[in-house]
Nanobody, 124 residues
Framework: QVQLVESGGGLVQAGGSLRLSCAAS????????VGWFRQAPGKERESVAA????????YYADSVKGRFTIFRDNAKNTVYLQMNGLKPEETAVYYC?????????????????WGQGTQVTVSS
């Protein structure tokens, strides 16, 4: 069993930065790929970024490439999402998720564990 707790969300102006953290409990955290998803009101959930168990494989949605960076510290059971150049349309609840692989994570169907989400609001 893995429990995921997100933090670091908040209100930021357009062009600003935030760093989200996903802290996990459980000794098996390093056995999972971890990803970030987001969902804005009235919109479908979308995958933002994902990282494999030891960070060899990394995925970014085209919309965030060059602005967002995902990285993990398995010693701290934590995955981070550094978000730079934020845009108002990226206002959403951001969720951390764990799956057996980056590929298995997909659009969420392969996720084994979800966090409760953290709100990110980008003002124009």
């Amino acid at each position: 069993q893995v429990q995921l707790v997100e933090s670091g969300g908040g209100l930021v102006q357009a062009g600003g930065s935030l760093r989200l953290s996903c802290a996990a409990s459980g000794r098996t955290f390093s056995s999972y790929a971890v990803g970030w998803f987001r969902q804005a009101p009235g919109k479908e959930r979308e995958s933002v970024a994902a990282i494999s168990r030891i960070g060899v494989t990394i995925y970014y949605a085209d919309s965030v490439k060059g602005r967002f960076t995902i990285f993990r510290d398995n010693a701290k059971n934590t995955v981070y999402l550094q978000m730079n150049g934020l845009k108002p349309e990226e206002t959403a609840v951001y969720y951390c998720a764990a799956a057996l692989s980056v590929q298995a994570m997909g659009v969420g169907s392969g996720v084994h564990y979800w966090g409760q989400g953290t709100q990110v609001t980008v003002s124009s």
